[in-house]
């Protein structure tokens, strides 16, 4: 049984940082792609940040909207993907998820929402003026 687990979310100033973690537990996490995703309210679910396996042939992307303030990275020792997110602001304010793809996906691919076969439960990430 695949178990995504976020933690991490809370409460920020803006300009502020907050880091968030994903646990993964039943699947090969050294393959396939880790994402996260985001989803405020009242608005569609969009990417944030996603990154395929370590190795020469890793490949990261960040949204436009998060290039510069937000850093994706993986510990496959911990089975851990990570969401550095620095500089909050406002409209960085959402639920948090954490994804991950059985397959490895293409670099168009990787924002898809409908490529990841598995979500964690969501964190909330609050931004305040």
């Known amino acids: 049984q695949v178990q995504l687990v976020e933690s991490g979310g809370g409460l920020v100033q803006a300009g502020g940082s907050l880091r968030l973690s994903c646990a993964a537990s039943?699947?090969?996490?050294?393959?396939?792609?880790m994402g996260w995703f985001r989803q405020a309210p009242g608005k569609e679910r969009e990417a944030v940040a996603g990154i395929s396996r370590p190795g020469s042939s890793a490949y990261i992307y960040h949204a436009d909207s998060v290039k510069g303030r937000f850093t994706i990275s993986r510990d496959n020792a911990k089975n851990t993907v990570y969401l550095q997110m620095n500089r909050l602001k406002l409209e960085d304010t959402a639920v948090y998820y954490c994804?991950?793809?059985?397959?490895?996906?293409?670099?168009?691919?990787?924002?898809?929402?409908?490529?990841?076969?598995?979500w964690g439960q969501g964190t909330q990430v609050t931004v305040s003026s």
């Open positions: 994804a991950a793809s059985a397959t490895l996906l293409t670099a168009q691919d990787m924002p898809d929402v409908r490529q990841y076969s598995y």
């Open positions: 039943g699947l090969t996490f050294n393959r396939g792609v």
